[in-house]
């Protein structure tokens, strides 16, 4: 069964440093989704992209966050310059629709927990 | 905007026997969806059960079903027959015109 697959499953980085979080989406879906869950928190909404632009994106993806689909497979979440607030589960998600007001699922990946020291 | 709210932080159940879970939501929009997600040890987000607001008939899924109660703006999940399996976060969750929001989770134990 196809699934939705991250890299690295945890990631630990200094303060201040830039890191790249890896997602393959469903190779037939269209619509891709970063989400962030900080830790014994609910799941927040980052950005969603289709068709290589943002199409929706939460107040909380700044100019800090950069999403990327550098070839045909990979779906990248970049921060330039990651702060301890930071720290939390990144979820990557894909669907085949758009996930808005119409009958699609969305897949969610296995997550990178990323942690800011 | 939308809202979900889920008042019960935790909640606990004997192995075999069936538990409910709350959950309630604001939302704007005529067309919709609502989600109950499950989240294991693993962390992974799990699909359990998809409800459309235009359809009346509450959504099952083997031991899972939904009360969906439109005017009322709520979407409680009932398990039956818990299993230890079951044990997890449970998020609710809606879309409209924004990709998912979800409500804040309710942990389930299952007590053997």
């Known amino acids: 069964e196809p699934e939705v697959t991250q890299t690295p499953s945890h990631q630990v980085t200094q303060m201040g440093q830039e890191v790249i979080l890896r997602c393959v989406p469903i190779?037939?879906?269209?619509?891709f989704y970063w989400y962030r869950q900080i830790l014994g928190q609910k799941v927040e909404f980052l950005v969603s992209?289709?068709?290589?632009?943002?199409?929706?994106k939460s107040e909380i993806f700044d100019d800090q966050f950069s999403v990327e689909r550098p070839d045909g497979s990979n779906f990248t979440l970049k921060i330039r310059s990651t702060k301890l607030e930071d720290s939390a589960m990144y979820f990557c998600?894909?669907?085949?629709?758009?996930?808005?007001?119409?009958?699609?699922?969305?897949?969610f990946g296995p997550g990178t927990r990323l942690t800011v020291l | 905007a939308q809202t979900v709210t889920q008042s019960q932080p935790e909640m606990s159940v004997q192995e075999a026997e069936t538990v409910t879970l709350s959950c309630t939501y604001d939302?704007?929009?005529?067309?919709?969806?609502l989600f109950w997600y499950k989240q294991p040890p693993s962390r992974q987000m799990i699909l359990v059960i998809r409800?459309?607001?235009?359809?009346?008939q509450n959504a099952t899924e083997n031991r899972f079903s939904v009360n969906f109660q439109k005017a009322a703006k709520s979407f409680s999940l009932k398990i039956s027959d818990s299993q230890l399996g079951d044990a997890a976060m449970y998020f609710c969750?809606?879309?409209?015109?924004?990709?998912?929001?979800f409500g804040k989770g309710t942990r389930l134990s299952v007590i053997a």
């Open positions: 992209f289709y068709n290589n632009e943002i199409s929706e």
């Open positions: 190779s037939n879906h269209l619509y």
């Open positions: 939302t704007s929009e005529s067309d919709y969806y």
């Open positions: 409800q459309e607001a235009y359809k009346q």
């Open positions: 969750a809606t879309s409209g015109n924004t990709p998912l929001v």
């Open positions: 998600a894909s669907s085949d629709v758009r996930a808005s007001g119409s009958n699609s699922e969305q897949f």
